[in-house]
């Protein structure tokens, strides 16, 4: 029984093929939804994979278990600070000495200041921190060396340039920036470090940036107008801390600090990175579902054509169907010799949709600068989907072939 069942199989999809090398222009038009569909929906999600990816890599960039405490009622460029009060040392102390989980807290200050080396001057912001800022934020030097907490102490005319400040002030000679001074507003400064490069972030380009003593800026660069000259505090958390935990925390000793009532809402923002990371993520998924499901509506138009070709095949091999019934042939082998064309057809634009696709993302992902993200389940299910589309509108067809009344289609011109 299994043996006459996979010859008659065999049979059939050896018709199949001849059949279609018999019209192979108009089986490239068959399928050509089919390759497209599939081939649009493994580009969707593997670069929206790779896009998630970028994303989660460009926040654990940002820092170690990293929590952000920033004034205003927002986070980002558009974030409703006016009015809002920034913080002091004192607040950074308090959450490193009064906060368990916590493992470094960081006080900054920026302020973005006309930098010069010799004829090349930009604006570059400047940031005054402290040494565990660089820790938190994950830096790694790649040219001298970090400032110390000596130099914090004394407020040294020291600074560690990023990537971006070294290669706009320093171009391609061959002059190394560290021991080299450049004028950061009327103040001069010595470059001791180059920092490692890490790229870009959701916040900008995280390498175009100059680091300094927390107390190098306020005494010598701008100047110390009140003691509440910090606008963010970076906080790691320990690891294994838990975040929730350390952000109501915060949040309630921030409350008593800033002497918020119970009626008033915080005028400060803490944000997880890890949860920022999984929202981003979050989001982007949702969108490359979208667009899948979008493309996926091509896989249909697919079906639809290869559902309009096999009813003119049908039509035009009205007298083969004849002959074939009146030797013998059964209808449900005259059914069967169908579907299976067109199932071949389907999954043979199925096949070549994923090597489409594979070459899409190959360059796309490298355009687009994400990594390209192999997903072996979703070229699976593209597959199986294209199977399932030959079997869907092939039925039919083939179910009006086998239906045909041997007479009259022999009587077929």
């Not at 020291?158 to 391609?172: A, Q, Y």
């Not at 994923?354 to 990594?371: E, N, R």
Request: glycine share 10%.
């Amino acid at each position: 029984m299994l043996r006459s069942l996979f010859t008659m199989l065999l049979n059939a999809f050896l018709i199949a093929l001849r059949e279609i090398r018999r019209n192979l222009t108009r089986a490239f038009l068959t399928v050509l939804g089919v390759i497209i569909g599939v081939s649009a929906v493994i580009t969707m999600v593997t670069l929206g994979e790779g896009t998630t990816e970028a994303v989660k890599a460009q926040i654990s960039s940002l820092g170690s278990n990293l929590i952000m405490l920033r004034p205003g009622m927002g986070f980002g460029p558009r974030a409703s600070s006016a009015g809002v009060p920034n913080f002091t040392e004192s607040d950074a102390d308090a959450i490193a000495h009064q906060i368990p989980g916590i493992a470094a807290v960081a006080p900054v200050s920026s302020s973005s200041l006309s930098t010069i080396y010799l004829q090349n001057a930009r604006s570059t912001t400047v940031v005054g921190t402290t040494v565990d800022y660089f820790f938190i934020s994950k830096w790694s030097i790649a040219e001298g060396n970090f400032f110390t907490d000596d130099d914090y102490r004394t407020g040294a005319a020291v600074c560690v340039i990023g990537n971006t400040v070294k290669t706009e002030l320093f171009g391609d000679s061959d002059v190394s920036p560290v021991g080299q001074k450049i004028r950061l507003g009327k103040s001069s400064c010595e470059i001791i470090g180059v920092l490692a490069a890490k790229g870009q972030a959701g916040m900008g380009d995280q390498d175009d940036t100059i680091i300094t003593p927390l107390t190098t800026l306020q005494r010598r660069l701008v100047g110390k107008t009140s003691s509440r000259g910090i606008s963010m505090i970076n906080i790691s958390a320990e690891d294994g801390a838990d975040s929730d935990g350390l952000i109501a925390d915060i949040t309630s000793l921030m409350r008593q600090r800033r002497n918020l009532s119970a009626t008033q809402d915080n005028n400060f923002n803490v944000f997880d990175t890890r949860q920022i990371a999984e929202t981003l993520s979050s989001s982007t998924q949702m969108m490359t579902t979208l667009l899948a499901a979008v493309a996926g509506v091509s896989l249909l138009v697919g079906g639809i054509g290869i559902m309009n070709i096999m009813l003119v095949s049908v039509t035009e091999r009205t007298r083969e169907i004849g002959i074939r019934l009146a030797i013998g042939a059964r209808g449900r082998e005259v059914l069967l010799q169908f579907l299976v064309e067109a199932i071949t057809l389907s999954c043979v634009g199925g096949l070549v949709g994923i090597g489409l696709a594979f070459l899409l993302c190959s360059g796309l992902a490298q355009l687009i600068q994400v990594g390209f993200v192999f997903n072996l389940q979703i070229n699976i299910i593209a597959f199986l989907f294209s199977a399932a589309v030959g079997v869907v509108f092939g039925y039919m067809p083939a179910r009006r072939a086998a239906q045909l009344d041997p007479i009259e289609a022999l009587r077929h011109e």
